[in-house]
């Protein structure tokens, strides 16, 4: 005969234990097959260098990069490209990620942003010490130098990882197309701009920023995929979409299209249960 907790673990069960396995399950394996990728990467593209291939992008855009130069402009890249360091990055991941669990009332956002920048941060420390690229010459970067090996570009690949991630789920709580076409230029431009900081400074080769992109964006996109399949299996046990852009995950939502449509305070009360399973 089973107890009153043995039957409320049961009741539970597939309403929090299953979703959340299932989301770091899929974070785990996804994240193993992103650093196994960027082993791959990193080795089939010293093949490719070592044939002159990918890497003909590389001296024509750093003398490029060398003649828009001037001493204000590189004063002002530098301080941005500082923002995707190893301080400014945490520090800006990190405020991001307390406003998103502010906003969202829950601490996925913190278990998404976080774990997938423990990967990137992995995979980006793997595939220097396998390769071992050297950074371009000192002659040809702006101070302060870098010595660290230079494939891929931890800068990119982390920022890549964390402002998508961070895009993606600021949008789920965000009605007006508008604001999220807003946010989502942002976004894409602030990537954007810190892999050519890197090439513009000297610090790094084109085709470093252009893996760090390539990487960011296929570990972003398995991290979606384990959020989306968290709601799918959350949805079996509470009513109303999985969160999307046409359903966003919006706070206010549910309990006030279900106060408009019953005008109660029961109807209220589901609308709101159903909106906190929508939360990112």
Not at 18 to 27: C, D, G, K
Not at 58 to 86: C, H, Y
Not at 132 to 155: I, K, L, Q
Not at 199 to 205: A, D, S, Y
């Amino acid at each position: 005969m089973t107890t009153g907790a043995e039957n409320w673990l049961t009741k539970h069960w597939g309403k929090w234990v299953v979703p959340y396995a299932a989301l770091w399950i899929t974070m785990l394996i996804g994240g193993i097959l992103v650093i196994f990728l960027a082993l791959f990467v990193a080795e089939l593209y010293d093949n490719v260098v070592d044939e002159a291939g990918l890497a003909n992008l590389d001296k024509p855009t750093l003398a490029f990069m060398e003649q828009i130069r001037s001493p204000g402009l590189d004063a002002f890249v530098t301080g941005f490209t500082n923002i995707g360091g190893g301080i400014g990055m945490p520090i800006l991941a990190s405020i991001l990620t307390a406003l998103l669990i502010y906003t969202s009332r829950t601490w996925r956002p913190l278990i998404l942003i976080g774990g997938a920048a423990a990967v990137s941060i992995t995979a980006t420390s793997l595939g220097k010490k396998l390769i071992g690229r050297t950074r371009p010459d000192h002659a040809d970067a702006v101070p302060p130098y870098e010595n660290s090996p230079s494939f891929p570009s931890g800068h990119t690949l982390n920022t890549t990882v964390v402002i998508a991630l961070v895009v993606y789920l600021a949008c789920l709580q965000i009605k007006r197309t508008l604001a999220r076409v807003v946010i989502i230029t942002a976004g894409v431009l602030f990537i954007a701009a810190m892999g050519m900081s890197r090439v513009f400074l000297g610090h790094h080769w084109m085709t470093d920023v252009m893996v760090g992109w390539a990487l960011g964006l296929a570990w972003v996109g398995i991290v979606i995929l384990a959020h989306h399949l968290f709601h799918v299996l959350r949805h079996r046990e509470h009513a109303g979409p999985a969160p999307t852009f046409e359903h966003p995950a919006h706070l206010g939502a549910g309990a006030s299209g279900a106060t408009a449509a019953d005008g109660g305070g029961t109807a209220a009360g589901k609308g709101a249960g159903a909106n906190g399973a929508d939360r990112p």
